[in-house]
């Protein structure tokens, strides 16, 4: 006759482990959205960034004055180069402009000029329609540097650059490793500082419908937050870890059964 006790033991034990155990569920990314899976339809329309205060500028002019291109670019310098982190921190700091709280940057000889709210596009328009009066270039080329995004929680932590203007989910995942076996997919937090404020928004990476979200595409000093799952506790992330588990306390369970009763 069986022991109530061992009996008891594995009843909750083996309840503990089933529901502890990690499933392909949980983790895999781009799943149809289902009762358990949000779907994000119609809910995006990607637009292109706008400059804030404090975004750096690396712009490169280009003109067939040499002198010209000397003064905006210093000279044996490669402007693609450098913005790409091929050059000297000195001459991409010379060179970069920062957005001062008015909107403005300070561009020599032009003066300040207003791009706070303005696309990297559009400035480039803008700072070339103010230096061709005053001297003769052929164009201008605007960058963003220091552009970077963080990840915070479940084992991840790091601050990771923009390898482009555009960067998605699923390439910062890329760039940072993934989120890590316990991280709680279904409920990613990204932190966004807008005009208005901070923004906190809360999404389910695991849906193949991310890509109509709001949030599938970072913007600078984006933070991603980490929850870990409930069964990282337990540490159970297959069928087989659980059954080893249910061995062990079994024979663990017997050990103290037979010592104390």
Known sequence: MRNPFIQLLLFIVLILQLSSCITTHQINYLQTPTTFIPAYKDTFSYHDYQLKEGDRLF?????????????????GNSGSQMASGGGSGENLDLFTYIVLPNGNIDFPIIGEVKVKGKTIRETKVILENAIKPVLKINSVDVRMVGRT???????????????????????ALALAGD???????????????????????????????????????????DVIFLQPMKQQFFGVSTFWMAVSTLVTTYSFGVIIYKSFF
Request: hydrophobic share 35%; no cysteine.
């Open 149 to 171: 995004f963080s990840i915070i929680g479940s084992g991840k932590a790091g601050k990771f650059p923009f390898p482009r203007e555009k960067v998605n989910i699923y390439q």
């Open 59 to 75: 712009v490169q002019v280009y003109s067939m004055d040499e002198k010209t291109n000397a003064l905006f670019n210093g000279s």
């Open 179 to 221: 989120f890590g076996f316990y991280a709680d997919r279904s409920k990613i937090r990204i932190l966004r500082v807008t005009e208005k404020g901070n923004l906190i928004k809360t999404f389910d990476v695991r849906s193949v419908d991310i890509i109509n979200s709001e949030f599938y595409y970072l913007e600078p000093d």
